[in-house]
């Protein structure tokens, strides 16, 4: 696979790739392989989440009343 980079994120790249004594691709597949766990992470809690509506498990409260008890908590 070949991935293309604008000018100044390779500049980025390669500074810091030669800061850290490490090659670039090495430090692609690190943050691409971080990236990707992190995503499915989200998406798994976001799966279960909505899970958990459909199944009656977690009710959904209107919005203002979120802001209103979240202003509460901090007045405390």
């Given at each position: 696979?070949?991935?293309r980079f604008k000018p100044?994120?390779?500049?980025?790249l390669l500074e810091l790739a030669a800061r850290s004594g490490r090659a670039p691709d090495e430090l692609v597949e690190d943050a691409m392989a971080g990236y990707l766990a992190e995503m499915a992470q989200v998406r798994d809690t976001l799966e279960?989440?909505?899970n958990q509506f459909q199944?009656?498990?977690a009710k959904t409260i209107a919005g203002e009343s979120f802001f209103e008890n979240l202003r509460h908590?901090?007045?405390e």
């Open positions: 696979m070949e991935v100044e994120t390779e500049s980025r279960n989440r909505y199944c009656g498990r908590r901090e007045k």
